[in-house]
């Protein structure tokens, strides 16, 4: 169970926190899918939102920036929701819980996602390995194969993976994923339409910017670390996030927040290209409270579970 007075023991008078959410689903009944909870049930959910209402002062991120620019001080328990990827279930499930307790939310959204239906590698590692019993898969960069069995097994392969290709600019997340699949005798999955992997169509984008207590921003075109790219690729990632986000859903954005978003998953450059842009806010996913001089591109966020 999430531990709510955790965060809500975060909100203090001098600070504001922003709380990153990725989903919320109506149950979560896998094996080893969503173990690091990124979507997590309706009910914790809802509970969560209505303590953070009754304890503190919901800020837009549009607020967030206004504040930053004149130097004025949040009011006392401020706070932000984010959510970031662009599930559907944050149209289906959470908007409609924020809207009923007039909570104002942004969404950002990586845009080939949303075009394709597409998964991560990440998420497309725990599909495969959801569907199978055991195995002893050969990774390139280790020695021996790695076995599992059991869920715990499974866990620590998933983290293991986690942990070193993000970190690893040079690793093809791609081929890794087919390799997976293949030595699983299983088929390399695109998209799926379960709770934990569908995004929103670009209808459902376009209905959430339309509604004034909800943002859109950016979040990538393919959903890649920033800092790893070179300059054309940064470029092309920034602006055919934006060019899309307009052509399909009619947004102009100038809010932005980094995939991955730790500290090797931004650099200067990527600050500099995001301005160029017209972004003028992009927060990361580094823990920490902030206020209202914190850097508008170094703004810190809780990642609730």
Sequence with gaps: MIDIGHYVSLLKEDTFVIYLFHGVVEKSDYEVRNYTRKHLKKDEFCALIKSLKS??????????????????KCPKYSYAITFDDGFENNFSVAAPILFDLNIPAIFYVSTELIQKNSMTWTDKVEYCIEQIDSGSLHIDWLTKPVVFNSKSSKIEFIEMLRNTVKANADIDTEELVVNIYNQCDLDPIIQSEDPLDKKMSWKQVQTLHEETRFTVGGHSHRHVNMAFLGEDELNYEVSKSIYLMKEKAGINTCHYAYPEGLEHCFSDKVIETLRKYGVVCCPTAIEGVNNNITDLFYLRRFFVV
């Design 55 to 72: 304890r503190g002062y919901v800020l837009t991120m549009d607020e967030i920036v206004d504040n930053h620019r004149r130097n004025k």
